[in-house]
């Protein structure tokens, strides 16, 4: 969710009311890949100023990145990629959650030494910095504030975006860290954020096939949602991309995400459900592959 302030594809695919599909509670984000430019200078940029790891490299020459072994981030170098055209559909930013406000603190530090330029707002859920990787996909890195302290009105919960007090976030900066500190343990992708066709094409994919629940639709353009009663794992919105279309195949950005379900049971689970809703699904190891109504593809895996 951004400081950035509802549409339609045409589709055939229904859900029967009686359905109700839910995703489980043990739902997470997991790997994003992303296709950049030029994959050594990108690596230098997610562990140098964002504090990720570098953990290895797949067999087909793409990186990972992450936090204690788990892999949060991959980047695919192209050189001939081109950028994203203004008004298509793909990665609005990937959102890298840590485990508390002083690890969001030693970030901003880090950030504000290397004359980062970035942003910052309180959700009231969470407050968040954000910024871009040097081929302008958008990162989002934020701190949870306690569930306790979340406010919900049946099944919406209040976020708004706020101005964050920086000068206060950065007084909480540990004492005694060097500003290189990797991310800290704990640290997940949080949500990834979207942006869509239209909301109604969006909500009939991922509410009434895939099992999401509406979190909050009360920003205008943009529609919250998640599993298990979370603020929400996938934002999507129409702010720049009002319907529209697929970027070109060999565009920077958004490859695919990963969907963690906690077995294989959920899995199948919610393989049949889109299925009988008539998406095409393609079979990988431990899951399967789907694509929303704009081509954004979704890796759907069960833990382990």
Known sequence: MTSTAIAQPTSAHTTPAHTAPTLPAGLRIGAVRLRVRDAARSAAFYTGTVGLSLLGRN???????GVGGQTLIE?????DAGAR???TTGLFHVALLVPDR????LVLRRLVAQGVRLGASDHLVSEAL????????GIEIYRDRPESDWRWDRQTVEMATQPLDLRRL????????????????????????LQVGDLAGARRFYV????????????????????????HHLGLNIWHSREGGAAPANSV???????????????????????????????????????DPWGTRLLIRAAG
Do not use: C, K, W
Request: hydrophobic share 45%; aromatic share 6%; no cysteine.
């Open 75 to 79: 980047l695919v170098g192209a050189p």
């Open 85 to 87: 055209p203004r008004g």
């Open 102 to 105: 002083p690890a969001l603190a």
């Open 253 to 291: 950005g958004l490859i695919e995400y990963e969907v963690v379900l906690p077995d294989a049971a959920a899995v199948e689970a919610v393989r049949a459900r889109l299925q009988a809703a008539g998406e095409a699904v393609a079979p990988l190891a431990h899951g399967f592959a789907v694509a």
């Open 130 to 137: 954000y910024l871009d990787d040097p081929d302008g996909n």
């Open 59 to 65: 067999d087909d020459g793409s990186l990972r990145l």
């Open 170 to 193: 950065l007084a909480d900066a540990p004492e005694g860290v060097p500003l290189d500190a990797p991310m800290p343990e704990g640290t997940s992708v949080g949500h990834v954020h």
């Open 208 to 231: 009434d096939e895939l099992g999401f629940a509406v979190t909050t639709d009360r920003y205008p353009g943009a529609l919250f949602v998640s599993a298990g009663g979370y603020h």
